[in-house]
């Protein structure tokens, strides 16, 4: 399957492997990973947690990948999104594209990025030393995911 | 005369995700459709009729989401007998 | 050392989890991975054998890096590249790139791979049934470095 | 007269590679270039004096690369005693 959502840690080289040993026609692989930083908006955080919308989640994760394959040469594409509670350096998604050329597969990996991030219902929420509090959708990433409209 | 439904009872599941789940409490219901709520944007204002967190989180100005059947639709959408229908801010993940 | 030209064979997990643990404010990490088509140009590819300039490749990478951390925020950056016998579906390079946001981090990584494709001095050998042939360089590659002189 | 060197010889290391070595049969040599000599398109010219493989593969026409001291350089780049010059195709890694 190509979409996972799961609470358990992702290998970005295992995923790779499978993905290259399984199609020689392979040139090409980008990938993306998501990082908990120790701070954000000026505050320490300590953990995050991340709900989604089971079911729907996977929905829109597996649409925004057929609209990539809609656009680009992708021959292979990944993404792993991890929910639950995170700590600061943890991974929290993988993106993967596997393409012939180069060109397809950055373009490819960045517009799934930029897509779930503004379409794939997911919801951080960070406990810094002030408490909890729902991380606020970012106005830069409606500006990345609009750019791909043209 | 608005238009209604008929006298068969219009069931849907809601479901509230994120900061809204806490606001108002509860992460999922079961609800009858009043009849004359045709559309999401008529049962957003049912739902702020509760008042309280209710009034504040469903009112008009509020940036919410929905999704009707676990795809993102707009205010106008239908709503139909069986209809899973999520309110939720918007997503931030990645 | 950021720059690193080995025959062994790379793991990208690793070198991920050093980057990211070695710095809580990196909250991007975009990566590339070339691998070995099993058909190029239309025939089969048997091995392949990369050459290189020994202290030239290191010191052209590195310069490479350096330009991409003048144009964008990069909190680190990795270029491995193989050098010696490969077959299809093996990893040629790598190319790792973190920052605080994602936007540097890909274009970073894009960046620096266009680059190494028509900067560093690597050269393909590839052994297919009609014997061994040099691989041409590619237009292509020529027009993709070009972009970024914007 | 067209500008010379003094009486030192100036000795270079030349280096080739890939399809270029192979051509030529060997990687590299040391030469003690002819006072005549002063840049690295006159290096080319005097190289590909050598005749066979040497004129082909050196000949004007010819799209190769070179690097003096391990930069790449124009070929009007002055050359000095003690410099490492090599002649290459362009690149085609990753």
């Given at each position: 399957?190509?979409?996972?959502?799961q609470?358990d840690?992702?290998?970005?080289?295992?995923?790779?492997?499978?993905?290259?040993?399984?199609?020689p026609?392979?040139?090409?692989?980008?990938?993306?990973?998501?990082?908990?930083r120790?701070?954000?908006?000026?505050?320490?955080v300590?953990?995050?947690?991340?709900?989604?919308?089971?079911?729907?989640?996977?929905?829109?994760?597996?649409?925004?990948?057929?609209q990539?394959?809609?656009?680009?040469?992708?021959?292979?594409?990944?993404?792993i999104?991890?929910?639950?509670?995170l700590?600061?350096?943890?991974?929290?998604?993988?993106?993967?594209?596997a393409?012939?050329?180069?060109?397809d597969?950055?373009?490819?990996?960045?517009?799934?990025?930029d897509?779930?991030?503004?379409?794939?219902p997911?919801?951080?929420?960070?406990?810094?030393?002030?408490g909890?509090?729902?991380?606020?959708?970012?106005?830069?990433?409606?500006?990345?995911?609009?750019?791909?409209?043209t | 005369m608005?238009?209604q439904?008929?006298?068969n009872?219009t069931?849907?599941?809601?479901?509230?995700?994120?900061?809204?789940?806490?606001?108002?409490?509860?992460?999922?219901?079961?609800?009858?459709?009043?009849?004359?709520?045709?559309?999401?944007?008529?049962?957003?204002?049912h739902l702020?009729?509760?008042?309280?967190a209710?009034?504040?989180?469903m009112?008009?100005?509020?940036?919410?989401?929905a999704?009707?059947?676990q795809?993102v639709?707009?205010?106008d959408?239908?709503?139909s007998?069986?209809?899973?229908?999520?309110f939720?801010?918007?997503?931030?993940?990645?």
């Amino acid at each position: 399957m190509n979409v996972r959502v799961q609470q358990d840690d992702f290998d970005i080289s295992a995923e790779i492997a499978g993905m290259r040993r399984g199609n020689p026609k392979i040139g090409a692989i980008t990938s993306f990973v998501g990082v908990v930083r120790d701070i954000n908006d000026g505050d320490t955080v300590a953990t995050m947690t991340l709900e989604h919308y089971p079911g729907m989640t996977e929905k829109a994760i597996a649409e925004i990948i057929a609209q990539a394959r809609g656009r680009w040469e992708v021959l292979d594409a990944l993404v792993i999104h991890r929910v639950g509670t995170l700590q600061p350096t943890d991974q929290i998604v993988l993106v993967i594209v596997a393409s012939t050329h180069r060109g397809d597969a950055f373009a490819a990996c960045e517009f799934i990025m930029d897509y779930l991030k503004t379409r794939a219902p997911f919801w951080k929420k960070e406990i810094t030393p002030q408490g909890g509090r729902w991380v606020d959708a970012r106005i830069s990433d409606d500006k990345a995911a609009e750019r791909w409209k043209t | 005369m608005p238009p209604q439904r008929g006298d068969n009872p219009t069931m849907i599941t809601l479901l509230y995700f994120a900061r809204l789940r806490e606001a108002l409490g509860t992460g999922r219901e079961q609800l009858a459709l009043p009849p004359a709520v045709m559309t999401l944007a008529g049962l957003r204002v049912h739902l702020a009729q509760r008042g309280a967190a209710w009034a504040t989180e469903m009112a008009e100005g509020r940036n919410l989401r929905a999704a009707v059947n676990q795809t993102v639709v707009a205010a106008d959408a239908p709503l139909s007998d069986g209809d899973e229908v999520a309110f939720f801010p918007p997503v931030t993940g990645g």
